[in-house]
């Protein structure tokens, strides 16, 4: 028991806030629900274009004292069952039960306040179990008709564009509806998410904290198959990154795992000192390094999937009327570089670039001594989008940073199989995602394309539409300059 609340301790320290800006107090148990606090920075609800707003997403994790184990709590499928405090915030449920969507009521925008969120769980909370509350910003990607393709950068999609009627029908086998030959692997079932219908993507790329916070979840078997040093190494190994080139990742082992008994914990020490979760330990900082199974295992314990090639490209164009040849997710062809050598603030919360202008984006770094920046780190109060270097509908960091994964890649693979079913919250014991019909394996060979560039990069392959990437296999296995996000 002292070495599991040992643990309990540790394990929330490095998961105070979760997401870019996002505060969620420790969880309490008031009768058979589970009360918290919850607040974050830039929220908005706009009627006007793009009509959209943003949120958290919240699950609920639970540790039974009869086995030491994390296991994700399913809270109620009715909205009216859990309750906010006040007037700016609501819940909304989910069908399958696994978290919710906490958002504005009503218009509105900036900063939102310390607000007291009450969930049922479908197994009654108690005070002998322990829980945690995770939370992940996501924003809101409206119904409607994109365009997809511009005609002009490499590899790209044909210029189509994507309505109702081309999502009831899917894409057949043909080749001229996408460059490449998209189709040639099988036909785009209706099932297929083409981008037409709603959803959520996350706003920011997974930070380290994030991700560490994972792996603070998971048992000693999960983690080895989720780190790249086993878990019982030495304290201040890293647990993903090269030791000798980490590029800004520094998560490390906090406390050693003892085999096949209790996991390791993990944190954040990005100024290398040897005292985790410091106030300039990178904890926001987006993580690379991540295979394309450690991105799914991500998702699958959020309850959250892997975004298609076809739902990147509407984050990143929205609905605008025309696609413009070579553009950016900003919607122009300007752009600014950022690099990790140059910041403000370096690993805190409040982390810049020195550089501005617009279409300020992390690109053309150093690839051994370099790194991406904090998730988030162009916006502020008084950005527009081009500085902020926003998509259409507010979502950070789709041009530069990390590479995004996604769903496509080469022409021959088969992806009619892949829907929009959203992960089970559960990993299976050797530490992978079990949902169905997810690529195993990635790359582009494997289902999982690179989009969007990274910190390294030169500014075209930032583009929109570029596709050069469609045959590499890189997120295969880890890699410095890979990241990524879900949506849901």
Not at 51 to 72: I, M, P, T
Not at 235 to 258: E, L, Q
Not at 397 to 407: D, H, K, T
Not at 445 to 462: I, K, N, P
Request: glycine residues 12%; neutral net charge; charged residues 10%.
């Amino acid at each position: 028991m002292k070495n599991k609340i040992l643990f309990y301790i540790l394990l929330f320290a490095a998961n105070i806030a979760s997401a870019n800006n996002l505060l969620i107090s420790p969880p309490t148990v008031v009768g058979p629900n589970l009360q918290f606090n919850i607040s974050w920075d830039n929220s908005w609800n706009a009627s006007l274009t793009p009509s959209n707003w943003d949120g958290v997403w919240v699950f609920v994790k639970r540790q039974a004292c009869s086995d030491n184990l994390w296991s994700h709590a399913t809270v109620s499928t009715v909205s009216a069952n859990h309750s906010v405090t006040g007037g700016v915030l609501q819940v909304d449920a989910v069908s399958d039960g696994m978290g919710v969507f906490v958002r504005r009521s009503a218009l509105g925008n900036g900063n939102i306040a310390s607000a007291t969120v009450t969930l049922a769980l479908q197994t009654a909370a108690n005070g002998v179990d322990n829980y945690q509350v995770f939370g992940i910003e996501m924003v809101n990607i409206p119904q409607g008709n994109f365009l997809i393709g511009d005609n002009c950068s490499n590899a790209t999609f044909n210029n189509l564009l994507i309505t109702s009627a081309t999502q009831a029908a899917g894409l057949g086998i043909q080749g001229n509806y996408v460059g490449n030959g998209w189709g040639s692997g099988g036909a785009l079932l209706s099932t297929f998410p083409l981008g037409f219908n709603s959803f959520y993507s996350m706003k920011y790329e997974i930070s380290q904290q994030q991700y560490a916070s994972f792996l603070n979840s998971l048992t000693f078997t999960q983690q080895l198959a989720r780190t790249a040093v086993h878990p019982a190494s030495a304290v201040g190994n890293f647990a993903i990154a090269s030791a000798a080139t980490p590029c800004r990742n520094f998560i490390k082992i906090r406390t050693i795992g003892v085999t096949a008994f209790t996991p390791a914990v993990y944190g954040c020490d990005l100024n290398n000192n040897g005292v985790f979760e410091e106030a300039a330990d990178g904890q926001n900082i987006a993580c690379g390094w991540l295979a394309w199974s450690d991105l799914m295992a991500y998702l699958d314990w959020a309850a959250l999937r892997p975004m298609t090639e076809f739902e990147y490209e509407k984050i990143c164009r929205g609905a605008s009327p025309a696609s413009l040849g070579g553009e950016y997710v900003w919607s122009t062809t300007a752009i600014t570089q950022a690099v990790s050598s140059s910041l403000n603030n370096a690993g805190l919360v409040n982390e810049t670039s020195t550089a501005a202008g617009n279409g300020l984006a992390c690109f053309g770094g150093n690839p051994t001594t370099d790194g991406p920046l904090r998730c988030g780190f162009a916006a502020g109060a008084a950005t527009n989008r081009a500085q902020a270097g926003a998509t259409w509908y507010g979502v950070m960091e789709m041009a530069g940073n990390v590479w995004e994964q996604c769903i496509g890649g080469r022409w021959d693979y088969g992806y009619g199989g892949f829907t929009s079913a959203c992960g089970d919250g559960t990993l299976t014991s050797g530490g992978a995602a079990n949902t169905a019909n997810w690529p195993p394996t990635g790359g582009g060979f494997g289902g999982g394309v690179l989009r969007g560039g990274g910190f390294a990069d030169v500014a075209t392959q930032l583009r929109i539409s570029d596709r050069t990437q469609i045959s590499n296999n890189a997120n295969q296995s880890r890699n410095q300059s890979v990241g990524g996000r879900g949506v849901r």
